[in-house]
């Protein structure tokens, strides 16, 4: 077959040995970051928030085997990532009571059978059907696990959950994993070894059978696939994955709770793939990264951080439907004409109107909420270190005019962008 | 006995024709235009919301008639600006769009409303027993509610069958691009049924808010009730709605009437003592208790058994 020959990229000068370095540069150069980042950020704060992002980086990844690479939209994927979590805490808990000769960095092996065998339990109820039907059936399991979850208290502990502690099983090599460092570089190992096999999937004859049946399923059929196995095979495995991520949270947090398998949970995931792009395989990285820090930090400093995060995702969907990695992508050929020089400016024009036009859009949403809560917390906001009262006309007025000053200017200054963008990219290519 | 599945049925009945005004708009809106508005127990939201904040000030009657015309309107921007603009992007696209549109919906209603409930009362001219019953009575505004959503049942069958609009939907549901090729304006009738099918959710949400709870967490609790449903009577079908919303209604209500488990029934034996250690939370566990999870049983039955849905004629 003609496998190796799609694979291959234009860019890349395939068939002329470059050297193992050069071949692996990136993975190379991705261990390197993972190892090198508790140097950089050594706060206590900062390492369990690398934790978490390594964690839904495994997370979102799982989650774009199905969304991006098979074109199938799950509301449950939290189910995988809840159960792999559940069945590791209960494992840690009974090894630590027997003591069992087994290191805690084995354990996320625990998680990943488990969202396997649900992977195959629910794929085989769900993957018989694709597109609407599929998210519907998703959506349907991933409530019916959830709510059952808190029928079953004595596995899934009911509302305070289940806790264990990942000190009590054997130390390995002398690491006992208390200290949040260790466990860093534990979710680190995982998330790398997660990230390459996730990679190493999309390359195999799998992974792009798994493209021909999200685009094209009659064509693929037609060949003589089984679409439905294909969906059944890629499900069950982005379920191991999930679990895998289940585990690492079960170890990084010493908990498990019910809440975390349902619909809320499964939202998140939707939301990071996507803001940071389904068509990339570099995109649930980005959106893992970028919405968790965005969690973190908004939940800091507004009570209705969801609403800024949803408007987010909305308008992802309605205007960049390639994410922040798909954005990113669209730059490659500007990049590889040298012309990056000529579309940066405009960039950086857009820019500006696009920072305004949000602030007033905060400023609006912002005094928006203070004013419907004024009568218990009185209408007093301090905003961008400026103090108002939101029951006079002028914050409104001012966020209003900021808002609808910086669309305009923004949108005029992205059609200059595209402009020159299209520019640039043709050029390119005459020359 | 008796009293218990007499009130049973009638509030079974009850719940799932307020579930059918919502699944009637969420079937129509699917078959014409292949979205499944993820948002559809949104808009129910917002219409309990609006029915809540208009009844406090004008009263509940004109709240009936102007909550569900203003989320009606609402849902036609959202099709007209939003879901025809994403609607190029694909399915999953329209499908995410409207995923999206439940966090800002349920975000904003909690900027304004708050996460406590919304003190959503029985309006006085309806606040009377309608019939006494054996030992308990029944409450009329549930019968008005029962009463509205037959109403609306009916009205809704007789725009379908005898209607020049509601020949064009029907001809959208077996054929929808026939109906476009025939030189209809697709677009506006498209932009119409979006908004006639949220209105109808609002309708719902007005009419049920002071029955059910007016909260923010609303929309999540029923949203993926509404779901099985249309899945269970088979996406696409009018008729399967009805007949799906009615056997979840009734299942639903009949479950939280008996308060029976495993144990129960197997009383004291070595066998139920053997049982009752190896499945421990499930022996135990009350057929009331079991309620809430029965809908997405019946949904994965239904997938295996019969993938189509009780009335489902096409495959998606």
Redesign the interface.
Known sequence: MSEARTVTHPGSPAGIGPGVFARYAVWIALAAILLLLPYVFSSRLALSTMSLMGTMIVFALSYNML?GQA?L?S?GHAVFFGLGGFFTVHLLNMAGAGGWPVPLPLFPVIGALGGLFFGVLFGA??T??A???F???T???G??VA??AL?????FGGEEGITTDRTDVLAFFGYSFGPQLQVYYLIAAWCFVCIALMYAITRTPFGRICNAVRDNPQRAAFIGYDTSAVRFIAFSLSGLFAGVAGGLSAINFEIMNAAQMG?AES?TV?LMT?IGGVGNFAGPIIGAILVTWLQLMLSDATK?W??Y???L??GM??FA?GGIAGLLATQAPVLAARKLHRVLPYYLLALVPGIVAVIGLSVL?ET??QF??RASYGSELTLYSVPFDVTSPLPWLAGLILAAAGTWLFLRAARLARDAYDDAVSGGREA | MLEILIISTLNGILYGMLLFLMASGLTVI?SMM?V?NLAHASFYMLGAFFGFEISRRLGFWPALVIAPVLVGLIGMVVERY?LR??HR?G???E???T???T??I???V?????KLPADYRVPPSLDFSAFTLFASSYPAFKLFVLLISVAIFLALLAVIRYTRIGLIVQAALSHPGMVGMLGHNVDRIFMLVFGVGVGLAAVAGVIAGPILVTQSNMA?LLG?IL??V??VGG?GSLGGALVASLLIGLVQTFAVAFNVSLADLFGNSAAAAVLSVWL???WR?TVA??A??LP??L??LI??FR?RGLMGTR??
């Open positions: 969304l074109g939209l509301f109820i769900s018989r059907r597109g609407t039907a998210a519907m059936i959506l349907g399991i409530e019916l709510s059952s029928i079953l208290r004595r596995f619909a939202g939707i996507y209705i969801p609403l995060v949803g408007l995702f909305i969907v309605m439907p949403i928006a909420h419907s809560i | 699917f292949g499944l939003g603009r994403v992007h399915h999953v696209a499908l995410l769009f995923f999206g549109l966090f800002i349920k975000e904003v909690e900027m304004v409303w708050g999540g993926p779901f099985v249309v899945v996406l421990s939370d499930i566990v208790q079991v809430p999870i997405y049983l949904l994965v997938l295996i993938p495959d998606t």
